[in-house]
Protein backbone atom coordinates (compact mmCIF):
# COMPACT_ATOMS: atom_id res chain seq x y z
CA UNK A 1 0.00 0.00 0.00
CA UNK A 2 1.79 3.77 -1.10
CA UNK A 3 2.40 5.96 2.08
CA UNK A 4 -0.46 8.53 2.24
CA UNK A 5 1.13 11.75 2.25
CA UNK A 6 -1.31 14.89 4.17
CA UNK A 7 -1.73 18.27 2.76
CA UNK A 8 0.87 20.68 3.67
CA UNK A 9 0.25 23.94 4.53
CA UNK A 10 3.09 26.74 5.22
CA UNK A 11 2.52 29.81 7.26
CA UNK A 12 5.12 32.83 7.67
CA UNK A 13 5.85 34.55 10.88
CA UNK A 14 5.79 38.54 10.28
CA UNK A 15 9.22 38.30 11.57
CA UNK A 16 10.52 35.93 8.25
CA UNK A 17 7.71 37.44 5.61
CA UNK A 18 10.90 37.49 2.99
CA UNK A 19 12.66 34.10 3.73
CA UNK A 20 9.05 32.09 4.15
CA UNK A 21 7.76 33.46 0.67
CA UNK A 22 10.84 32.10 -1.04
CA UNK A 23 10.37 28.85 0.23
CA UNK A 24 6.88 28.48 -0.58
CA UNK A 25 8.01 29.14 -3.99
CA UNK A 26 10.91 26.94 -3.83
CA UNK A 27 8.65 24.71 -2.88
CA UNK A 28 6.18 24.87 -5.36
CA UNK A 29 2.95 25.84 -2.84
CA UNK A 30 2.00 29.69 -1.78
CA UNK A 31 1.66 30.45 1.79
CA UNK A 32 -1.45 29.93 3.73
CA UNK A 33 -3.72 32.77 4.73
CA UNK A 34 -3.27 34.38 8.13
CA UNK A 35 -3.38 37.37 10.38
CA UNK A 36 -1.60 38.79 13.02
CA UNK A 37 -3.53 41.74 15.11
CA UNK A 38 -2.58 43.84 18.06
CA UNK A 39 -4.54 45.04 20.74
CA UNK A 40 -4.02 48.74 21.62
CA UNK A 41 -1.39 47.25 24.47
CA UNK A 42 0.49 45.58 21.75
CA UNK A 43 -0.61 42.17 22.85
CA UNK A 44 -0.41 40.04 19.95
CA UNK A 45 -2.77 37.59 18.94
CA UNK A 46 -2.45 35.46 15.24
CA UNK A 47 -5.01 33.52 13.79
CA UNK A 48 -5.36 31.34 10.45
CA UNK A 49 -8.10 32.41 7.75
CA UNK A 50 -7.76 28.65 6.95
CA UNK A 51 -8.21 25.56 7.85
CA UNK A 52 -5.56 23.29 8.89
CA UNK A 53 -7.29 20.68 10.49
CA UNK A 54 -5.75 17.30 9.61
CA UNK A 55 -2.80 19.24 7.49
CA UNK A 56 1.31 18.95 8.44
CA UNK A 57 1.46 22.73 9.58
CA UNK A 58 4.93 23.85 8.77
CA UNK A 59 5.19 27.21 10.89
CA UNK A 60 8.52 29.85 9.33
CA UNK A 61 9.60 32.25 11.74
CA UNK A 62 13.20 32.98 13.30
CA UNK A 63 13.08 33.62 16.75
CA UNK A 64 15.83 36.77 16.64
CA UNK A 65 14.93 40.08 18.59
CA UNK A 66 12.63 41.38 18.91
CA UNK A 67 11.04 38.75 21.32
CA UNK A 68 7.78 39.32 19.54
CA UNK A 69 8.88 36.89 17.20
CA UNK A 70 9.27 34.18 19.92
CA UNK A 71 6.13 35.13 21.12
CA UNK A 72 4.14 34.79 17.70
CA UNK A 73 6.03 31.51 16.56
CA UNK A 74 4.75 30.12 20.13
CA UNK A 75 0.85 31.49 19.50
CA UNK A 76 0.81 30.41 16.01
CA UNK A 77 1.74 26.83 17.02
CA UNK A 78 -0.82 26.59 19.85
CA UNK A 79 -3.46 27.67 17.23
CA UNK A 80 -2.36 25.40 14.98
CA UNK A 81 -2.93 22.39 18.32
CA UNK A 82 -5.90 23.64 19.29
CA UNK A 83 -7.35 23.79 15.36
CA UNK A 84 -6.28 20.17 15.04
CA UNK A 85 -3.42 20.31 12.79
CA UNK A 86 -2.12 17.07 12.12
CA UNK A 87 1.83 17.81 11.93
CA UNK A 88 3.12 20.90 13.55
CA UNK A 89 7.06 21.77 12.33
CA UNK A 90 8.30 24.87 13.68
CA UNK A 91 10.83 26.32 10.68
CA UNK A 92 13.06 28.02 13.04
CA UNK A 93 15.82 28.81 10.56
CA UNK A 94 17.92 31.40 13.41
CA UNK A 95 17.28 30.21 16.71
CA UNK A 96 17.26 32.90 18.98
CA UNK A 97 18.61 32.37 22.58
CA UNK A 98 21.17 29.35 21.43
CA UNK A 99 24.15 31.40 22.76
CA UNK A 100 22.85 30.74 26.71
CA UNK A 101 23.26 27.20 26.28
CA UNK A 102 24.80 26.72 29.33
CA UNK A 103 25.87 27.91 32.83
CA UNK A 104 28.97 29.65 31.56
CA UNK A 105 28.36 32.10 35.35
CA UNK A 106 26.89 31.46 38.66
CA UNK A 107 22.97 33.03 38.53
CA UNK A 108 22.13 32.52 34.78
CA UNK A 109 19.66 31.59 32.86
CA UNK A 110 19.88 28.93 30.38
CA UNK A 111 17.88 30.50 27.62
CA UNK A 112 18.30 27.33 24.79
CA UNK A 113 16.46 25.40 26.62
CA UNK A 114 14.03 27.24 28.35
CA UNK A 115 13.18 27.83 24.49
CA UNK A 116 13.31 24.74 23.57
CA UNK A 117 10.60 23.56 26.51
CA UNK A 118 8.33 26.78 25.44
CA UNK A 119 8.44 25.44 21.47
CA UNK A 120 7.85 21.95 22.87
CA UNK A 121 4.78 23.06 25.28
CA UNK A 122 3.26 25.24 22.65
CA UNK A 123 2.37 22.29 20.56
CA UNK A 124 5.28 21.33 18.38
CA UNK A 125 6.07 18.17 17.22
CA UNK A 126 9.36 18.39 15.74
CA UNK A 127 11.77 21.46 14.63
CA UNK A 128 13.78 22.63 11.82
CA UNK A 129 16.38 24.90 12.51
CA UNK A 130 19.83 25.73 10.85
CA UNK A 131 23.44 25.88 12.08
CA UNK A 132 22.84 26.03 15.88
CA UNK A 133 25.59 27.82 18.16
CA UNK A 134 26.27 24.61 20.10
CA UNK A 135 25.33 20.91 18.24
CA UNK A 136 24.29 20.12 21.86
CA UNK A 137 21.23 21.99 21.96
CA UNK A 138 19.43 19.15 19.83
CA UNK A 139 19.49 17.61 22.82
CA UNK A 140 17.30 20.24 24.49
CA UNK A 141 14.36 19.29 22.73
CA UNK A 142 12.43 15.89 23.56
CA UNK A 143 10.99 16.09 19.91
CA UNK A 144 12.73 15.16 16.51
CA UNK A 145 15.54 18.22 15.13
CA UNK A 146 16.46 18.64 11.86
CA UNK A 147 19.64 20.41 12.02
CA UNK A 148 20.16 21.93 8.80
CA UNK A 149 23.76 22.68 7.49
CA UNK A 150 24.78 25.91 5.88
CA UNK A 151 28.01 24.38 4.58
CA UNK A 152 25.79 22.91 1.81
CA UNK A 153 25.51 26.98 1.09
CA UNK A 154 28.83 28.05 1.33
CA UNK A 155 30.83 25.78 0.11
CA UNK A 156 29.78 25.75 -3.50
CA UNK A 157 30.06 29.61 -3.44
CA UNK A 158 33.62 29.10 -1.18
CA UNK A 159 34.42 26.92 -4.79
CA UNK A 160 33.41 29.43 -7.31
CA UNK A 161 36.25 32.22 -5.76
CA UNK A 162 39.03 29.61 -6.93
CA UNK A 163 41.36 31.13 -4.05
CA UNK A 164 44.53 29.76 -4.69
CA UNK A 165 45.84 29.42 -0.82
CA UNK A 166 42.92 28.98 0.56
CA UNK A 167 43.07 28.24 4.59
CA UNK A 168 40.12 28.38 6.81
CA UNK A 169 40.00 30.50 10.08
CA UNK A 170 38.01 30.39 13.36
CA UNK A 171 37.66 33.45 14.88
CA UNK A 172 37.61 31.97 18.55
CA UNK A 173 38.66 28.72 20.38
CA UNK A 174 34.42 28.05 20.68
CA UNK A 175 34.61 27.65 17.11
CA UNK A 176 37.21 25.46 16.17
CA UNK A 177 35.46 22.16 15.68
CA UNK A 178 33.28 24.27 12.97
CA UNK A 179 36.03 25.35 11.43
CA UNK A 180 37.68 22.18 11.36
CA UNK A 181 34.59 20.66 9.52
CA UNK A 182 34.45 23.29 6.95
CA UNK A 183 37.92 22.78 6.03
CA UNK A 184 37.34 18.97 5.35
CA UNK A 185 35.52 20.42 2.14
CA UNK A 186 38.94 21.60 0.62
CA UNK A 187 41.28 19.85 2.31
CA UNK A 188 42.30 23.07 3.81
CA UNK A 189 44.20 23.86 6.91
CA UNK A 190 42.85 25.73 9.72
CA UNK A 191 44.36 28.41 12.03
CA UNK A 192 42.72 30.00 14.96
CA UNK A 193 42.01 33.19 16.48
CA UNK A 194 42.22 32.76 20.79
CA UNK A 195 40.47 35.85 22.08
CA UNK A 196 40.17 37.07 26.02
CA UNK A 197 37.09 38.94 26.71
CA UNK A 198 36.52 41.46 29.08
CA UNK A 199 32.75 41.11 29.27
CA UNK A 200 29.75 40.27 26.09
CA UNK A 201 30.57 42.20 23.09
CA UNK A 202 33.86 43.32 24.51
CA UNK A 203 37.46 41.62 23.48
CA UNK A 204 40.42 42.30 25.62
CA UNK A 205 43.01 40.44 23.22
CA UNK A 206 43.78 38.52 20.10
CA UNK A 207 46.48 36.08 18.68
CA UNK A 208 46.91 33.74 16.06
CA UNK A 209 47.40 30.33 16.54
CA UNK A 210 49.06 29.09 12.79
CA UNK A 211 50.72 30.85 9.78
CA UNK A 212 48.50 32.81 7.50
CA UNK A 213 51.30 34.44 5.14
CA UNK A 214 50.20 34.70 1.83
CA UNK A 215 47.40 32.90 2.31
CA UNK A 216 43.38 33.62 1.18
CA UNK A 217 41.94 32.87 4.49
CA UNK A 218 37.98 32.46 5.45
CA UNK A 219 36.73 32.98 8.48
CA UNK A 220 34.05 30.88 9.23
CA UNK A 221 31.36 31.63 12.17
CA UNK A 222 27.78 30.46 12.85
CA UNK A 223 26.69 33.96 14.09
CA UNK A 224 27.67 37.86 13.75
CA UNK A 225 26.50 39.96 15.97
CA UNK A 226 28.20 43.22 16.50
CA UNK A 227 30.35 42.01 13.81
CA UNK A 228 33.75 42.98 16.33
CA UNK A 229 35.21 39.00 16.80
CA UNK A 230 35.08 38.90 12.80
CA UNK A 231 36.49 42.52 11.91
CA UNK A 232 39.46 42.17 14.79
CA UNK A 233 39.82 39.41 13.91
CA UNK A 234 40.63 40.33 10.10
CA UNK A 235 42.48 42.75 10.94
CA UNK A 236 45.12 40.48 12.78
CA UNK A 237 44.73 38.06 10.00
CA UNK A 238 46.26 40.76 7.41
CA UNK A 239 48.52 42.26 9.56
CA UNK A 240 50.36 38.73 10.18
CA UNK A 241 50.97 38.77 5.99
CA UNK A 242 47.73 37.31 4.88
CA UNK A 243 46.76 37.92 1.12
CA UNK A 244 43.23 38.24 1.88
CA UNK A 245 40.36 37.84 4.16
CA UNK A 246 36.80 37.30 4.21
CA UNK A 247 34.33 35.88 6.38
CA UNK A 248 31.45 33.19 6.20
CA UNK A 249 28.80 33.90 9.21
CA UNK A 250 25.02 31.81 8.90
CA UNK A 251 23.23 34.13 11.35
CA UNK A 252 23.51 38.44 10.38
CA UNK A 253 21.89 39.29 13.55
CA UNK A 254 24.08 43.00 13.55
CA UNK A 255 23.10 44.61 16.00
CA UNK A 256 24.33 48.43 16.71
CA UNK A 257 27.12 49.44 14.50
CA UNK A 258 27.47 46.10 12.95
CA UNK A 259 27.02 47.21 9.52
CA UNK A 260 29.40 49.93 9.37
CA UNK A 261 32.37 48.09 10.79
CA UNK A 262 31.79 45.53 8.44
CA UNK A 263 32.20 48.09 5.69
CA UNK A 264 34.95 49.66 7.62
CA UNK A 265 36.91 46.50 7.86
CA UNK A 266 39.36 44.72 5.86
CA UNK A 267 37.17 42.24 5.12
CA UNK A 268 36.84 41.44 1.18
CA UNK A 269 33.50 40.29 1.75
CA UNK A 270 31.13 38.97 4.61
CA UNK A 271 28.92 35.97 3.21
CA UNK A 272 25.62 35.38 5.19
CA UNK A 273 22.39 33.94 4.54
CA UNK A 274 18.97 35.29 4.50
CA UNK A 275 17.82 33.15 7.79
CA UNK A 276 17.75 36.56 9.36
CA UNK A 277 16.15 39.86 7.30
CA UNK A 278 18.70 42.30 7.14
CA UNK A 279 18.11 46.02 7.79
CA UNK A 280 17.16 47.40 4.32
CA UNK A 281 18.35 51.01 5.15
CA UNK A 282 21.65 49.54 6.46
CA UNK A 283 22.46 47.11 4.50
CA UNK A 284 21.97 49.95 1.10
CA UNK A 285 25.05 51.14 2.79
CA UNK A 286 27.36 48.03 3.32
CA UNK A 287 28.76 46.73 0.03
CA UNK A 288 30.57 44.10 1.41
CA UNK A 289 27.79 41.68 2.42
CA UNK A 290 26.89 38.99 0.14
CA UNK A 291 23.77 37.04 0.67
CA UNK A 292 23.03 33.35 0.11
CA UNK A 293 19.10 32.25 0.17
CA UNK A 294 18.37 29.48 2.34
CA UNK A 295 14.96 28.73 0.94
CA UNK A 296 15.83 25.34 -1.42
CA UNK A 297 17.39 23.85 1.42
CA UNK A 298 14.35 24.24 3.77
CA UNK A 299 12.08 23.77 0.53
CA UNK A 300 13.74 20.21 0.04
CA UNK A 301 13.60 19.62 4.28
CA UNK A 302 10.27 20.55 4.62
CA UNK A 303 9.34 17.97 1.81
CA UNK A 304 11.12 15.22 2.79
CA UNK A 305 9.46 15.72 6.50
CA UNK A 306 6.42 15.37 4.86
CA UNK A 307 7.00 12.28 2.26
CA UNK A 308 9.06 10.77 5.24
CA UNK A 309 12.08 11.27 3.52
CA UNK A 310 15.81 11.79 4.41
CA UNK A 311 17.04 14.64 5.81
CA UNK A 312 21.21 14.08 5.40
CA UNK A 313 20.55 13.30 2.11
CA UNK A 314 20.55 17.35 2.39
CA UNK A 315 23.92 17.54 3.06
CA UNK A 316 25.37 16.57 0.07
CA UNK A 317 27.70 19.12 -0.31
CA UNK A 318 29.50 19.26 -4.52
Known sequence: MPLQFNTVKLFAGSGTQELAEKISKAYGKPLGDKTLSKFSDGEIQPFYNESVRGS?????????????NLLELL??????????????????????????????????????????????????HRIMTMDLHAAQ?????????????????????????????????????????????????????????DKRRKRANEIESMSIIGDVTGMD????DDICDTAGTLSKAAALIMENGAKSVRAVCTHAVLSGKAYETIE?????????????????EKAATCTKIKVL?????????IKNVNEHGSISDLFNVE
Open 137 to 193: IQGFFDIPVDHLDGAIIFVPYIKSLNLENLVIASPDMGGSYRARTFAKFFNAEVIIC
Open 264 to 280: NSVLSEMIVTDTIQLNP
Open 293 to 301: STDKLFANA
Open 56 to 68: DVFVIQSTNQPTD
Open 217 to 220: VVLI
Open 75 to 124: LMIDAAKRASAHYITAVVPYFGFARQDRKDKPRVAIGAKLIANLITAAGA
